[in-house]
């Protein structure tokens, strides 16, 4: 359930012009969720001079009257898309906005009974901007998060799977209270630490290996999200303590440098320009970090390419860093980070940043 | 990694009519994996006169390279969309066909640069039909799914939440091999078992409560989907095992119907007028089945709106009809089938269906 979804309709309703005949219809889920609490499969949310109304299915009747409260809920017959197209002709409205993120099938469809128009992150851009209540659910979820790596770090040692290592953190999550995982964990170990998106694998972890972790929890339907790399004791691990040294400075100095105000490309260009000074430019792909909150990725985008979006308070994020050189493995340090009240960046995440050494 | 994937690009353009200029991007990622056996998050196929093309993104180097071996794998830049244009326009190819479940800002990018059409379910219908090497996967994920129920019912007792048993079922999931949980687990007990798509609770099992527990595992990609109701020891059970026995007959009746060249419309039927004529088909709300495959639901669909689909060898999905009374409880047993070699439906699922009473 998200709280305070209830105003979130009107102010949607307050900020956009109202045209007679004009409707918004919603139909990204999680953008739903956000406006209306809903947390189902299927539904979709019309906003309109002639009322709002939220549309679902038969399976979701209990559930909706349970959990939308800010608009009327309409339970759809059969062919979903063929009802509200009736429904909004009863309504009189012509003209609809629809997100560009719909569904061309369902574009198409709309379009052939109205004048429709589409709107690009009209909802994400109030997603990206948390509120207390949001706040507190996200913390409650790097708690969950945090709690659970702690409880595994025990169980990561010289012989043990990925695999097991993914699972144990999954079920800790589970215990503490995550109903639903984000996204699979990563652990990778060895050369395999090399590849930003890694699955576990059967692969035994060895002396010598870094070991990268990246998992997520979530409270309420609000995500976390972070990456923790140890080393197991071994032979040669110079060059991996220094690039585990240079990718915790990329890290500091984007954290350092958020602000209202500034771009997400100047973000990435702190955590980049470190690394690149280092030596390293080429072994940092990937953006510098993402928002998170009902999606795991999210606004706003810290990378290189987001010279258009600035920073504003309430703005939640990961910086994650990374250097993956392949045959000798990777680091990566990913934290969450949001910008407070008086406009600079808090880390949310609280779990140490030095490496550490295991076995 | 989907077995056999290699011929499928072959087989795919085999069929289509060749015309120069003409190619098809694949945008949805299941129907990717099934062509191709990448199994990431970011990626288009491009199947063309021209050539094909796999693309995706940096994050995804290393692991395209191992799983992508039936065309040519391109590592895009930053704006993915941008360079795939950029890409498809040196081939001089200019009529592309885009599958209609593409997100309608990317189809409006596309249609910038060329000429474009939509298809659907090009790809979905050859995945409705499973080989060899899918039934396998298919079985396996089968026999992980009914380990871990056989596992956790000795745990299903007076006194434990319903979460308690979803976070077990998922636990040994996980043991049993499943990478992937298709779904999170239902688990529904008492009057909430009355909710078809209930999302496990606090509330803890009481004597003479319907527990309704739909699961789901994978193997190689691909999912099962089952549900058991067991039935808790207590007093005035006459009617919860009364709407047992009429679901379990629904359940045969739909099963038996099962042949080559019916539509989904006809097996639903089944099921549905057998429920109908005990008297409770108004309790009935959903569809009796979905095929299953690299999704939980995909084609075939057996509902009362299937009048076009017909059945054929090879073809797998569920048979799940449910009552549901408010207040009361519900009961949904749901079996896989596949359309066998010689026509006819063979159940899939080995787990017992009779009434289990427990404690």
Not at 308 to 336: A, H, W
Request: charged share 25%; with cysteine; glycine share 10%.
């Amino acid at each position: 359930m998200v709280n305070g979804s209830g105003n979130r309709i009107k102010s949607l309703k307050d900020s956009s012009p109202k045209k007679k005949g004009n409707a918004f219809l919603i139909t990204n889920l999680r953008n739903i969720r956000y406006m209306t609490g809903f947390t189902g499969s299927n539904g979709a949310l019309l906003i309109s001079g002639a009322g709002d109304f939220f549309f679902t299915d038969f399976r979701y009747k209990e559930q909706s009257a349970e959990e939308v409260k800010s608009c009327e809920v309409v339970i759809s017959k059969k062919d979903f898309f063929g009802f509200i197209i009736k429904f909004i002709n009863k309504l009189n409205l012509w003209k609809i906005l629809l997100e560009d993120t719909i569904q061309y099938k369902d574009y198409a469809r709309v379009s052939k009974h109205f004048t429709v128009s589409t709107t690009t992150d009209l909802v994400e851009n109030l997603r990206s901007i948390k509120d207390q209540d949001e706040l507190k659910l996200i913390k409650e979820a790097i708690r969950r998060a945090e709690s659970a790596f702690t409880s595994v770090k025990a169980f990561i040692k010289p012989g043990i799977t990925e695999r097991a290592i993914a699972n144990r953190m999954e079920e800790k999550l589970k215990q503490e209270g995550t109903e639903a995982i984000p996204f699979d964990t990563i652990v990778a170990s060895g050369k395999r630490s090399a590849l930003p998106h890694a699955r576990p694998s059967e692969k035994k972890l060895q002396r010598g290996d870094l070991v990268v972790v990246d998992w997520g929890a979530e409270c309420g339907g609000y995500f976390s999200d972070m990456t923790r790399t140890l080393l197991i004791n071994g032979e040669g691990l110079d060059k991996k303590r220094e690039i585990y040294d240079i990718v915790l400075r990329a890290n500091s100095m984007a954290t350092r440098k958020v602000k209202t105000g500034l771009t997400g490309a100047e973000i990435d260009d702190a955590a980049r320009g470190s690394i690149r000074s280092a030596g390293y430019g080429e072994y940092f792909g990937h953006g510098t970090g993402h928002g998170v909150g009902l999606d795991v990725h999210e606004k706003p985008y810290i990378s290189a390419t987001a010279t258009k979006l600035t920073l504003s308070s309430g703005m939640v994020f990961t910086i994650e860093p990374g250097i993956y050189i392949p045959g000798l493995g990777g680091v990566r340090i990913e934290d969450m980070v949001v910008v407070s009240g008086e406009g600079t960046g808090e880390k949310m995440t609280t779990l140490p940043e030095e490496l550490e050494t295991i076995w």
